[in-house]
């Protein structure tokens, strides 16, 4: 029988969640976010924090659930910014419009609430 390994299981989502939107963050960094601070201000740069450091932070599995509430809270300004006539759209392959973003919202509030677990860089504090 195999047995349950949720530590390991928190790695494999720390992974997925923060290994994949740290592209996102770099394809900023590669190209400017100069649209987002046209509409968004000063504001704007705040995208480098949830999408380039917590991402890092998730990945390494320090201050997890600070870093998962700061991408949760940077999934939500994107859709309110850029994907707000998406939210209740199917896509035209059939799936939801905003499936993306929402996996990456839901996996940051699952982190938020389970921690990284024990592959971590950091374990014994109560925001790990």
Sequence with gaps: MISKNTDLGLLLIRISIGGLMLFHGIAKLMHGIS??????????????????LAPIAILLGFRTRIAAVLLAITCIVAIAVAHAQDIFSISE??????????????????????????????KNNKWD
């Design 35 to 52: 649209f987002l601070v046209d509409n968004m201000g000063a504001f704007g740069y705040a995208v480098y924090i949830g999408e380039v």
């Design 93 to 122: 392959h059939g799936g939801y419009a905003l499936e993306l973003l929402m996996l990456y919202f839901f996996g940051a509030v699952a982190l938020f609430f389970t921690g990284a677990g024990k592959y971590a860089v950091s």
